[in-house]
């Protein structure tokens, strides 16, 4: 069974640039969650989708950020115009929910660095 | 703010002993659950506890449960250089699958050969 697949693994944009990350969750989960740690940091919580609806989006930093997913397959995060702050590692994460144990499946993240 | 604080921050420990983290919380929970992140790679899934269990055990990893004191730690015996990692604890704060699971700082494990 495929994972959860994230791109780009690496991007390195310049202040104001736009930059789209992309997530392929676990075929057939419902859920999609997004986070991000900031060097030696806690993982952040960003949003949490359940198939194309927005959840939960408390952790979203500000209107900069957009995150999408249609049809309730893959999801997008964009940032822009990104700012140095953003700098991180992006992860997506799926699971299967309902009443299911809710055990998340990662992708290998997306590093960001803006300078 | 994030819900699970894991201490302590950093551990370096050598191969063949143990290791203990902890984990303590805020909220009411479903379950606690355990991953572990090898540097350059994503989270994965160590172990599940539910709030009615008070230990568990995985091979060489035990978890227990504090439902009281809110908090929970992780036992790794007879460690490894190969367990190496960043270990997070992540709550779920209610039944079903459609909550967010939230994560702490994380705990930096080092094993020394």
């Known amino acids: 069974e495929a994972g959860v697949t994230q791109f780009p693994s690496h991007s390195v944009i310049e202040k104001g640039q736009t930059v789209t990350l992309r997530c392929d969750p676990i075929?057939?989960?419902?859920?999609l969650y997004w986070y991000r740690r900031v060097m030696g940091k806690e993982i952040k919580f960003l949003l949490h989708f359940v198939k194309e609806s927005k959840q939960d989006e408390s952790g979203m930093p500000n209107n900069r950020f957009l995150a999408e997913r249609t049809g309730g397959t893959y999801s997008t995060l964009k940032v822009q115009p990104a700012e140095l702050e953003d700098s991180g590692v992006y992860f997506c994460a799926s699971s299967q929910g309902g009443t299911a144990a809710n055990v998340l499946t990662f992708g290998a993240g997306s590093r960001l660095t803006v300078l | 703010s994030q819900q699970g604080e894991e201490d302590p921050q950093a551990l370096s420990i050598q191969e063949g002993e143990n290791a203990t983290m902890n984990c303590s919380y805020k909220t009411s929970i479903n379950n606690l659950q355990w991953y572990r992140q090898n540097s350059g790679r994503g989270l994965v899934h160590l172990i599940l506890?539910?709030?009615?269990?008070r230990e568990k055990h995985s091979g060489r990893l035990r978890v227990t449960l504090d439902t009281s004191k809110k908090s929970s730690s992780l036992l790794i015996t007879a460690s490894r250089a190969a367990d190496t990692a960043s270990y997070f604890c992540?709550?779920?704060?209610?039944?079903?699958?459609?909550?967010?699971?939230?994560f702490g700082i994380g705990t930096k494990l080092q094993v020394i050969p």
């Open positions: 992540a709550t779920d704060p209610l039944s079903g699958g459609y909550q967010k699971v939230t």
């Open positions: 506890i539910r709030s009615n269990e």
């Open positions: 075929s057939g989960h419902d859920n």
